[in-house]
């Protein structure tokens, strides 16, 4: 069974900096995207961020120029590096891969990890 574990998370003053990593294990044999996605307490879960086996990247417009999210291919993992964060950046971040198959041909649509808190708070 293919699973997302995400790490990172935590409490950071305003301004401050996090990255937030996310491991896919299960014998997997590729994934196409994989991405960010938050949740904000009383609000719906949004994109943060996007990045496509090509490399092709996807920005919220509130993160524009602070976040930025790269991929370790070979280690089927991807981290979002959160810079000058703001309150507002606040919530239960969620890594996401879509299109994701195993070595045993085994296919998954999407698959969601169970979510890391980051608190933006002095």
């Known amino acids: 069974q293919v699973q997302l574990v995400e790490s990172g998370g935590g409490l950071v003053q305003p301004g401050g900096s996090l990255r937030l990593s996310c491991a896919a294990s299960?014998?997997?044999?590729?994934?196409?995207?994989m991405g960010w996605y938050r949740q904000a307490p009383g609000k719906q879960r949004e994109l943060v961020a996007r990045?496509?086996?090509?490399?092709?990247?996807k920005y919220a417009d509130s993160v524009k120029g602070r976040f930025t999210i790269s991929r370790d291919n070979a280690r089927n993992t991807v981290y979002l590096q959160m810079n000058t964060l703001k309150p507002e950046d606040t919530a239960v971040y969620y890594c996401?891969?879509?299109?994701?198959?195993?070595?045993?041909?085994?296919?998954?649509?999407?698959?969601w990890g169970q979510g890391t808190l980051v608190t933006v708070s002095s």
């Open positions: 990045l496509t086996s090509g490399g092709s990247t």
């Open positions: 996401h891969a879509q299109e994701v198959v195993t070595t045993y041909g085994v296919p998954y649509l999407e698959v």
């Open positions: 299960g014998s997997i044999f590729s994934i196409n995207d």
